[in-house]
């Protein structure tokens, strides 16, 4: 099956800063790699995601690059803000998958401070 | 609108007893999935079921089981429970694997066997 590794645990930057999460699967036929964010608390919410046929993918601060080749992908955010503050998830899904199933990675505490 | 809804929000039980979670969602979504998310954060799926199949993670003991009375709820059953079954466990939805891949979940429940 497949496997997600994720570094770092956790993360520090100071307001403004950028931020960079790196995820590594292990099944070269995963398709479909999100990104989830969980505030304290709370429930995952999808922030982006990415299809294995596109390399990179911006939405405002938040981007996402895809090394299939490498089979590794990473989170980026710029200009990082208080309340991106959370804990971040990456998840792969095999293409192969009948039930959608994701698999995702042991999580990025991130902390902005102000 | 709730989206996902689970209940109850918290359980306290002693060990031995069985228990059930109860999930709901009003999406209109296909597929609906369990996740156990343990004290250090880490997300594991355990069910993804549509209203054709269950797939079950092999690493899910058979002490639990999902049971769908209808196409928006998907209820979690806990049979023995174990000190090690402390959890907070998420309930997600999402369309089917070829559409939209976003899932969404619920604010999951938090479950304590003493």
């Known amino acids: 099956g497949e496997n997600v590794e994720q570094h770092p645990s956790t993360l520090s930057v100071q307001e403004g800063d950028s931020a960079v999460i790196k995820c590594t699967y292990s099944?070269?036929?995963?398709?479909?790699f999100p990104w989830y964010k969980q505030e304290l608390g709370k429930r995952p919410q999808l922030i982006i995601d990415?299809?294995?046929?596109?390399g990179e993918k911006k939405d405002q601060r938040i981007a996402v690059t895809l090394n299939k080749t490498a089979k590794h992908f990473s989170l980026h955010i710029t200009e990082t803000q208080p309340e991106d503050s959370a804990v971040y998830f990456c998840a792969a899904r095999e293409a192969n998958n009948a039930g959608n199933m994701l698999t995702f990675g042991g999580g990025t505490r991130l902390m902005v401070k102000p | 609108d709730t989206a996902v809804s689970q209940t109850p929000k918290y359980l306290v039980t002693q060990m031995g007893n069985d228990k059930s979670i109860k999930c709901e969602q009003n999406?209109?979504?296909?597929?609906m999935y369990w996740y156990k998310q343990d004290s250090k954060k880490f997300l594991k799926i355990m069910f993804s079921?549509?209203?054709?199949?269950?797939?079950i993670n092999e690493t899910v003991p058979n002490r639990f089981s999902p049971k769908s009375p209808d196409k928006a709820h998907l209820n979690l059953h806990i049979n023995s429970l174990e000190l090690g079954d402390s959890a907070v466990y998420f309930c997600?939805?999402?369309?089917?694997?070829?559409?939209?891949?976003?899932?969404?979940f619920g604010p999951g429940t938090r479950l304590t066997v003493l």
């Open positions: 990415i299809r294995s046929n596109v």
């Open positions: 099944d070269s036929a995963s398709n479909y």
């Open positions: 997600a939805s999402s369309l089917p694997s070829l559409a939209r891949n976003e899932q969404f």
């Open positions: 999406l209109g979504h296909d597929t």
């Open positions: 079921y549509n209203n054709k199949e269950l797939i």
